[in-house]
Nanobody, 128 residues
């Protein structure tokens, strides 16, 4: 059974940093083409944050987040990461890990509909 478990969320002041982790079980991350991070704030639609192609390590980011967020992987640990720096109150949301987009186009589009497996999410709260 495929399972994705996020961790690392919490409360931080504006300007601070957090690193989210997504531990995969039930499969090896090298068996999927792409993994990504998404977020959803209360009353808002889910939005794509970042994605990485597992074998080529190509990374994709929402334009508004480039330069502050970094997605990475550790295949030996079967884990995906999201380093978030210079956090802003508008980054407050539930952050979800996802896996299973099957092409470079799908990976780069950061469309949650292209991803098959999802974690339960980890809350990030940024105070001003």
């Amino acid at each position: 059974q495929v399972q994705l478990v996020e961790s690392g969320g919490g409360s931080v002041q504006a300007g601070g940093s957090l690193r989210l982790s997504c531990a995969a079980s039930g499969y090896t991350i090298s068996s999927v083409f792409c993994m990504g991070w998404f977020r959803q704030a209360p009353g808002q639609e889910r939005e794509g944050v970042a994605a990485i192609s597992i074998h080529g390590s190509l990374t994709y980011y929402a334009d508004s987040l480039k330069g502050r967020f970094t997605v990475s992987q550790d295949r030996a640990k079967n884990t995906l990461y999201l380093q978030m720096n210079s956090l802003k109150p508008e980054d407050t949301a539930m952050y979800y890990c996802a896996a299973g987009a099957w092409s470079a186009f799908q990976c780069s589009s950061l469309d949650g509909g292209d991803f098959t497996y999802w974690g339960q999410g980890t809350q990030v709260t940024v105070s001003s």
